[in-house]
């Protein structure tokens, strides 16, 4: 079977990246799925803007949505606590792994589901801030 593959760059705020200042969770865009992608990867990216230290991480999620859940009209997406860990990027050199910028692509089950967000958090954002980007890639029939 052919197959094409889908790339979507993950937005915040329709914006190709998000800096991440302070220690909070910034979630993406909603990325709506086709019904047909299978395979699905993320590539992220966290960038420091400063020398970093110790800590300086980055945690990747995804928030799923199987649609509206609640029936009162739009996407559910899963919650803070239990959206899916991905990932936990380290900016700081000397960690092993650790390296500025870090970049990880991770496979994730985009089957059989209808939407995603990406859910960052930056353990020490408040300190230094981080730059993080990302992008989804999937598998479709041609």
């Known amino acids: 079977m052919a197959s094409t593959i889908n790339e979507t ?5 329709a914006a190709s990246s998000v800096s991440l200042n302070t220690a909070s969770r ?3 865009d909603a990325i709506a799925l086709n019904v047909e992608d299978w395979d699905g990867s993320l ?3 966290a960038d420091n803007s400063g020398t970093p230290a110790s800590g300086d991480t980055v945690a990747v999620y995804v928030k799923w949505s199987n649609g509206d859940v609640l029936g009162d009209s ?3 997406f899963d919650t803070d606590e239990h959206a899916e860990f991905v990932c936990l990027l380290d900016t700081y050199p000397t960690n092993t792994p650790g390296e500025d910028p870090a970049r990880k692509t991770v496979d994730i089950d985009v089957s059989g589901k209808k939407a995603l967000k990406v859910s960052v958090v930056a353990a020490q954002g408040a300190t230094r801030a981080i730059t ?8 479709r029939p041609q």
């Open 9 to 13: 760059q993950v937005t915040w705020s």
């Open 132 to 139: 993080v980007a990302a992008r989804l890639v999937t598998h």
């Open 43 to 45: 590539q992220v990216s």
């Open 26 to 28: 910034v979630d993406s």
């Open 74 to 76: 739009g996407d559910d």
